[in-house]
């Protein structure tokens, strides 16, 4: 069983998360009114897809129903780092 | 396009002629003897330089390399793989063969693949054990029949074998299923594909190594693409764990690994890599032939030739290289497989894995060439890469011979993603939805 430190109720199993992909600029959406094909093909389609460490958005939707930003490794699922002040989806 | 020529501007890699194929004589010859068989490829030493170096020894990797000696003559290629060939998505899946997907381009190129196989085991001289049992698709719910019925009748336009049949008849075939009305999620009907199977999945794979090196093909296992030189926007050569390959094609055939691959080359690919997981049972009589899938319960099963039951799932819930098993997997699935079969309550499974799946926006692959030339991939192919093996090979050998894609796969380029036109398979390709 993967545990997620989630930053309100501590480790649970990361069966009561949603996954919500990486966190910040990189996910921000264009502002549709002057946005070109290029930057939404970029904001709908184009993700980092790293084989290491990702920081990335999870939401804690069994629980205390918040989201936070996590660092996680994606080839071990280990995670190194939480915190509370995630970005909405 | 290419450096030197005999006659269609290709080099080929020694005498290019076929090993003796194998024959019941030879069976019955070795039987006798003991002797050993020949090795099914070769081992050679890396070149410097190959007209064409194909990543990944997949089915992907192998076919296209088998179908540029065969059908167009271009046999200087070296196929490379990391580990050993078949040991990842190859290996890693369900093996299950179907062509009743929701679009027209997508039933038009899977069927292609279906018809492929057929042959195949008499074409590679090898027997890949393609057993068309007949694959059902269970409706649990009107949305479900409602998408069958609009994908049976594109089926039927491309004139593949598909039709929506009710829960009575969907008893005949599969008598252990229950059917009763006081499930969870009763049965009300299923897509039924007469021409869907399951075939033995390693021997794809070493049938089309066998043929492409028969051709001349060098097969380099144990041998890890560490980078892509690209000038002036069109590819050079090959850095790799052994040295450097000089060329001037490359075709990117990984899963799992293709983000990374194209990467090197500084292609940007729309694509997750997420784990899917599998499972088997220990070996019963024969009991189900059929191939039996729900999208509601998340689970596809089918009975291998040896008697094991093989268990499929959806892909993981989050973005992944992992191919470590979870508790949660096995768990949730026994639970749906009884769900639809109560009496596989004593049933015991013997292990489980996971293979890496390449999740495109629209579960599509991409195909066909990139904005660096020389540069192709054969990527993106999510949960459905195995069943599509031989035609992608077949498209990605006339795509690298006439420099530009098919037909068959026009609509799966790159470029859809700028031009926002996808080729929306979600509702055909996965049952995770």
């Known amino acids: 069983m993967m545990l997620l430190p989630c930053p309100w109720c501590g480790p649970r199993s990361a069966t009561e998360f949603r996954f919500c992909g990486e966190a910040g600029e990189a996910g921000a959406r264009p502002d549709p009114a002057t946005a070109t094909p290029e930057q939404w093909r970029r904001y709908l389609y184009l993700h980092a897809n790293p084989r290491g460490w990702s920081t990335e958005s999870w939401y804690h939707g069994s629980g205390c129903r918040r989201y936070f930003t996590a660092e996680r490794h994606t080839l071990t699922n280990e995670v190194r780092s939480t915190t509370a002040a995630g970005g909405a989806p | ?433």
């Open chain 2, 1 to 433: 396009m290419f450096a030197t020529s005999n006659g269609n501007g290709h080099r080929r890699n020694g005498n290019g002629t076929r090993p003796r194929g194998y024959s019941a004589w030879d069976l019955v010859r070795h039987g006798i003897t003991g002797s050993d068989w020949p090795r099914a490829w070769r081992e050679h030493d890396l070149r410097d330089h190959y007209d064409v170096v194909i990543i990944g020894g997949g089915v992907h990797g192998l076919a296209a390399a088998h179908y540029l000696a065969q059908n167009h003559g271009i046999t200087d290629v070296a196929v490379l793989d990391r580990s050993w060939i078949g040991g990842g998505g190859s290996g890693r899946n369900t093996s299950i063969l179907r062509s009743n997907y929701l679009t027209p381009d997508g039933v038009r190129f899977y069927d292609r693949s279906v018809k492929l196989y057929e042959h195949l085991a008499a074409d590679l001289n090898f027997n890949v054990m393609f057993s068309q049992r007949g694959h059902l698709t269970l409706a649990h719910n009107d949305a479900s029949l409602r998408t069958m019925r609009w994908r049976t009748e594109v089926n039927k336009l491309q004139g593949v074998d598909s039709e929506v049949i009710d829960a009575d008849e969907v008893k005949k075939l599969v008598p252990y299923l229950d059917t009763s009305s006081d499930t969870r999620y009763p049965i009300l009907g299923a897509l039924y594909h007469p021409p869907g199977g399951i075939v033995r999945h390693d021997a794809v794979v070493w049938g089309y190594a066998r043929a492409a090196d028969a051709h001349g093909v060098h097969i380099h296992q144990k041998t890890e693409v560490t980078g892509i030189d690209v000038e002036r926007g069109r590819v050079t050569g090959v850095q790799t764990s052994r040295g450097r390959i000089a060329t001037g094609t490359v075709l990117n055939a990984t899963a799992g690994w293709s983000s990374l691959i194209s990467d090197m080359a500084g292609v940007a690919m729309p694509v997750q890599t997420f784990p899917l997981q599998a499972a088997v049972t220990e070996p019963v009589k024969p009991f189900l032939d059929t191939v039996v899938v729900s999208g509601t319960l998340h689970v596809y099963v089918s009975q291998t030739d040896r008697g094991e039951l093989v268990f499929g799932a959806s892909v993981d819930p989050f973005a992944s290289y992992s191919i470590r098993g979870s508790l949660e997997f096995s768990e949730g699935i026994a639970g749906h497989v009884l769900e639809l079969m109560p009496a596989l309550s004593r049933m015991r499974l013997l292990r489980q894995w996971a293979g890496l799946c390449d999740m495109t926006p629209d579960y599509s692959p991409i195909m066909g060439p990139t904005e660096v030339e020389g540069f192709y991939v054969d990527v993106g192919w999510g949960t459905y890469g195995f069943k599509a093996g031989p035609v992608s090979g077949e498209a990605m050998a006339d795509c690298i011979a006439a420099g530009r894609p098919p037909e068959i796969i026009s609509a799966f380029g790159l470029d859809r993603f700028l031009a926002g036109r996808l080729v929306g398979e979600k509702g055909a390709a996965a049952v995770g939805h």
